[in-house]
């Protein structure tokens, strides 16, 4: 079965400090996508990145970036020189292309703080 | 503007009363989702949709409903049944879920039952 594991509950960092979320899943599919998710204090969630199981190239956009390892099943997400603005819920998700359901698995999230 | 709508926002209703949530998209996606979220434990699926007229239980579906009758719409039922309905509930929809499409989100219904 399917899971996502955020074991960071809640982390507070000072602004400018870098940060990094850390994401380990479990599939037995061999195709299989990964995605990060933002939810700010509004409650919607916001689109950050989808990876698929065949593209382990780091992914860097601004100040965010990704590191894929599928060697320790970990989709790891870092910001760098984090701001006021970053402070929110981030949510890992997997979904699996095979005969396995079609919707998304979330990790509980970790709910990042940034005092300035 | 295109997007996914969730009405209402907020909604209180005593015990053993069944509700329903909204859910409506105008982004002309085949696949629609329902999630649940507890402070703490992320957010769980409860039903989606790939097509008009099917849809599947996700890990938490008793004590609720779905239809499925037009391709813009998702009506979740929150029945007596369901023992702690009190939660913030995510519609979401997607425009290709077999090659991993991303899910477009709603802003969310929060139920509380009194």
């Known amino acids: 079965a399917q899971k996502v594991t955020q074991a960071q509950t809640e982390i507070s960092v000072v602004e400018k400090e870098d940060v990094t979320l850390d994401c380990v899943y479990e599939?037995?599919?061999?195709?299989?996508?990964l995605f990060w998710y933002k939810q700010p204090p509004s409650g919607e969630l916001v689109f950050l990145i989808r990876?698929?199981?065949?593209?382990?190239q780091n992914e860097i956009s601004g100040r965010y970036s990704w590191n894929f390892q599928k060697s320790t099943s970990s989709f790891n997400f870092t910001i760098t020189a984090s701001q006021v603005v970053d402070s929110a819920v981030y949510f890992c998700?997997?979904?699996?292309?095979?005969?396995?359901?079609?919707?998304?698995?979330f990790g509980s999230g970790t709910r990042l703080q940034v005092q300035p | 503007d295109g997007g996914i709508t969730q009405s209402p926002k907020y909604l209180f209703r005593k015990e053993g009363q069944n509700v329903t949530l909204s859910c409506e998209q105008n982004?002309?996606?085949?696949?629609m989702y329902w999630y649940r979220q507890d402070p703490g434990q992320g957010l769980r699926l409860i039903y989606y949709?790939?097509?008009?007229?099917?849809?599947q239980k996700g890990d938490i579906a008793e004590g609720y409903s779905v239809s499925r009758e037009k391709k813009e719409s998702f009506p979740l039922t929150v029945t007596s049944a369901q023992k702690n309905p009190t939660a913030f509930y995510l519609c979401a929809s997607s425009t290709d879920n077999y090659r991993g499409g991303e899910l477009f989100f709603g802003e969310g219904s929060r139920l509380t039952v009194l």
């Open positions: 949709s790939q097509i008009v007229n099917d849809f």
């Open positions: 982004l002309n996606h085949d696949a």
């Open positions: 599939t037995r599919d061999t195709t299989y996508y």
């Open positions: 990876r698929n199981s065949f593209d382990e």
């Open positions: 998700a997997l979904s699996e292309a095979g005969t396995g359901r079609r919707a998304l698995t």
